[in-house]
């Protein structure tokens, strides 16, 4: 393991523990500022258009500027603006504030996706499933350490407390991060971005994104522990706690199947495996299974975060990949924030489990062109 992914690894945990400390109780948070079921569910995709809707324009950045500035000047910024998310007062500013956090995020994450690729040559599944350990790590110690703290502090005094470690992340990725793309100042448009290949994996990639917006991005497996489970606010820190947990303990092993029997196959595996999982779980109203198939859903979804990561790098080249990346992002980010208000219309139209009937339908649609990818494809590109 190189310096890079070393200092990835390490400042993804202390980002990821910080902000999962508080940030499933968020959908509640809002709601306690005076939020409605449709306040919250339109935030959420909000929320979503923004995590994307930079990603494009943070391609360019990594491809013009480098990968480490576009990873470690946005951790600053992050930093300050959570700690400013803590003082909000009603529902509207903390939402902007999360709005703002969100999109400066999404600057990074085309940097992020092509500076782990290109850390190593070989064997990237499993050089992705150690960066997710690290913040799959995390997503299950954060929630552990919010269920603790809520028995002394409020969220507002942990969302502070949780600034900090972002503030120690930007001081790590500044010092011990090194540059692996020089700008070879070549002109590329979209145009020469885009081909079959990325075409036919930006569509999968719209309905996995909007599978993911409706489900562990999305405000409806909080609310539906709440409502419908009638959960309180620690057990549902700690079940997301142990999902994350799962999550990263499978990460490695992930990696190193996805490697095995393919990327395409590993990415199917995960989005039909979380999704159905869900959506069992959803039609639960009580007993150990209400406890069992959550956490295990967020175990099957790790084989397509790391799988997509990797796909994405394969099928596109070095001096255009932040760009790629970022305009794969954009798009399918700004499309699938419908998820959310998707999710809402099912849920009060349909039934309670209406959005996990939807993102299992997703999951359905993204496979299918998925297979069409692997027909497209030679064996040693992207895998069997």
């Known amino acids: 393991m190189n310096r890079n992914i070393k200092t990835i690894v390490v400042t993804l945990f202390l980002v990821s523990i910080s902000s999962n400390t508080w940030f499933f109780l968020f959908p509640i948070f809002l709601k306690n500022l005076g939020a409605s ?10 929320l979503t258009v923004l995590i994307t809707s930079g990603q494009y324009i943070g391609g360019i950045f990594s491809d013009k500027w480098g990968r480490k500035p576009a990873i470690t000047y946005p951790t600053l910024i992050i930093g300050i603006l959570l700690f400013a998310l803590s003082y909000s007062k009603h529902w509207t500013f903390a939402i902007t504030v999360m709005g703002i956090s969100h999109f400066i995020s999404s600057f990074q994450m085309p940097a992020f996706t092509a500076l782990i690729g290109e850390s190593s040559k070989e064997e990237k599944g499993k050089i992705f499933g150690y960066t997710e350990l690290a913040y799959f790590l995390g997503c299950a110690t954060g929630p552990l350490i919010g269920a603790l703290l809520l028995m002394w502090f409020n969220l507002n005094i942990i969302m502070r407390l949780s600034s900090s470690l972002v503030f120690v992340a930007f001081i790590l990725r500044l010092l011990y991060l090194e540059e692996t793309f ?47 489970l009638k959960f309180n606010k620690r057990n549902i820190n700690l079940l997301f706690s142990l999902g994350a947990f799962l999550q990263a303990i499978v990460s490695i092993s992930a990696g190193r199947i996805s490697d095995k029997i393919g990327h395409i196959k590993s990415m199917v595996l995960g989005m039909l495996g979380h999704s159905f999982l869900l959506l ?4 639960l109203s009580r007993g150990e299974l209400t406890y069992i198939l959550l956490p295990f859903s967020f175990m099957f979804i790790q084989f397509s975060y790391i799988s997509y990561q990797v796909i994405i790098n394969l099928i596109t080249h070095k001096k255009i990949r932040g760009r790629a990346i970022g305009l794969f992002g954009t798009v399918a980010g700004l499309i699938s924030s419908l998820g959310p208000m998707i999710g809402y219309w099912l849920k009060k139209n349909i039934s309670p489990q209406g959005p996990f009937i939807g993102a299992f339908a997703f999951a359905i649609i993204s496979t299918i062109f998925l297979v069409i990818l692997k027909n497209l494809t030679k064996e040693n590109i992207i895998g069997s």
Do not use: Q, R
């Not at 079921?37 to 909000?46: E, M």
């Open 280 to 283: 069992s779980w959803s039609f």
């Open 182 to 228: 020089h700008s070879e100042h070549a002109e590329i448009n979209i145009k020469g971005i885009v081909n079959p290949l990325f075409m036919v994996f930006l569509a999968a990639g719209i309905f996995f994104y909007l599978m993911d917006a409706t489900t562990i991005w999305g405000p409806f497996i909080t609310l539906h522990m709440k409502e419908f």
């Open 37 to 46: 079921d449709k306040n919250v569910a339109f935030s959420y995709t909000i």
